[in-house]
């Protein structure tokens, strides 16, 4: 099934899509759903409960603010993470609904956490009910947050997979199908995604998106190379994009030759875009925003070191590098999925990564397959990736993670470009073996915070 280039690219505050930027937009649909029902004017307490992952590192990935972001109406895409939203209520113990109505609401009371409790669809699941002064329920909803600041309600999760699909020239489920569209229509996948892109809005629409998209993500390297200090959550973890910045600016000074010098800068981008979500800065999605720094890095490392080897301008490179990695996500999210809580950390950074190889490939110039085979070969090295936070905070292993995501990605891309695109195994393969090996990982070692680097590595 088509997954449109503008839901998998987003942009919303860090430091998690699914712990994060899901529970937002579903407290804000909660929200407009009590307004369409004419319930608003009634309401008197509202109730959350957050289920599985979402309670046990809930804190630690920002989805208590989230939710009340949420509920006073705030969009994601737009809100300022500089501003102190959250504490006039903690401090008062009022909400104002909406922005508009103030109600009675305890952090420590009106967001219960059940850390023992996995609902059966799946492990972000969130439940939202509202009151009236006389205690009557007025509005209950189930909500999921499935990766990527998607979210589903209950009663539309079992149709996600199978969900209507959008009115566009081409579609596909599988990597198989796309390549024969391609191939019928003797078309490199970034132009057939444009066709569908074009046929969903208009066209000046999809091209500023773009730019805006590629503008936000160059923009949080930016602001992450010149941050200091120490990021916020207990771990006392210091930022380190900046030192290293500084590091390989005098080595360029200095001419001083390292011929790993790439290497440098692009972890140096990966832990700049890692540390700014970290902090709660603003991110795209790419896919998550846990894993939001390898797509910029790469296409940094295209612009900077790459692009006089491609043969295309460097403008249309990078449409090209975002639209491939779009076809490359809609597969995952069609047959797997990009959510930690559900595959562990390969569907989020293991994604990203096979997005930016294939991408890098596209901008390059590389054929149809060549971009299937970048794709699959940095998929292939990272599965069974763990997720393990270590205190529930997106920092360890997060933000290294990030940087070793962009540098694979890129000698992932590289391999396939010296080849003539035939491989041994398939894309669609690769990804069904993510999948299977996502469900047969135990919880603990998928967006809990109870196993692996979580447990084994002191937090205090």
């Known amino acids: 099934m088509y997954y449109s280039f503008f839901e998998i690219f987003s942009i919303g505050v860090g430091p998690s899509s699914s712990h994060t930027v899901g529970p937002m937009r579903a407290a804000k649909r909660y929200l407009d759903n009590l307004h369409q029902g004419d319930m608003f004017s009634k309401v008197a307490k509202i109730e959350v409960t957050l289920y599985g992952s979402l309670a046990l590192t809930g804190y630690g990935h920002g989805t208590v603010k989230a939710v009340v972001y949420g509920l006073m109406g705030l969009e994601a895409e737009a809100i300022d993470p500089e501003k102190p939203y959250v504490v006039a209520v903690e401090r008062d113990h009022i909400l104002h609904l909406g922005q508009e109505k103030p109600i009675p609401f305890d952090l420590d009371k009106n967001i219960v956490f059940e850390k023992e409790i ?23 909803e189930v909500y999921f947050s499935v990766g990527g600041g998607t979210v589903v309600r209950a009663d539309e999760i079992s149709r996600r997979i199978e969900r209507e699909p959008l009115n566009v020239p081409y579609n596909f489920s599988t990597c198989e199908e796309l390549m024969a569209l391609c191939k019928g229509e003797e078309t490199p996948i970034a132009e057939l995604i444009w066709e569908n892109e074009i046929a969903l809005r208009p066209r000046e629409q999809v091209e500023e998106g773009i730019r805006k998209i590629h503008r936000v993500m160059q923009a949080s390297i930016d602001r992450g190379m010149k941050a200091e200090g120490i990021l916020p959550g207990g ?37 700049a875009v890692a540390e700014e979500n970290a902090y709660g800065g603003q991110i795209v999605t790419a896919p998550t925003m846990g894993s939001a720094g390898i797509i910029p890095s790469v296409m940094r490392y295209y612009e900077r070191f790459a692009v006089h080897k491609g043969k295309y301008r460097v403008e249309d490179g990078l449409g090209r590098f975002l639209l491939t990695a779009s076809a490359i996500c809609s597969l995952y999210r069609s047959n797997a999925s990009i959510s930690g809580a559900e595959v562990g ?23 149809n397959m060549q971009i299937e085979n970048a794709a699959e070969i940095a998929m292939e090295h990272n599965l069974g990736l ?37 491989h041994f195994v398939s894309l669609d393969s690769v990804i069904k073996t993510m999948y299977n090996t996502g469900m047969d990982l135990n919880h603990k070692y998928k967006e809990t915070s109870l196993g692996g680097l979580a447990v084994n590595v002191p937090s205090c």
């Open 118 to 140: 996995f609902l059966p669809e799946h492990s972000n699941g969130m439940r939202f009910k509202a009151f009236d002064a006389e205690n009557n329920l007025l509005l209950e």
């Open 386 to 422: 763990t997720c393990d936070p270590i205190g529930g905070l997106v920092q360890v292993p997060c933000i290294e993670r990030n940087a070793m995501g962009a540098v694979k990605a890129v000698n992932a891309a590289r391999i396939a470009m010296k080849g003539t695109g035939e």
């Open 235 to 271: 771990l006392n973890i210091k930022r380190r994009a900046h030192e290293i910045y500084q590091r390989l600016e005098e080595k360029f000074r200095n001419n001083d030759y390292d011929p790993l010098l790439m290497v440098d800068w692009i972890n140096l981008w990966g832990f």
């Open 345 to 367: 950390c390969q569907g989020e950074v293991g994604v990203a990564c096979s997005m930016a190889a294939a991408g890098l490939v596209a901008a390059m110039g590389g054929t």
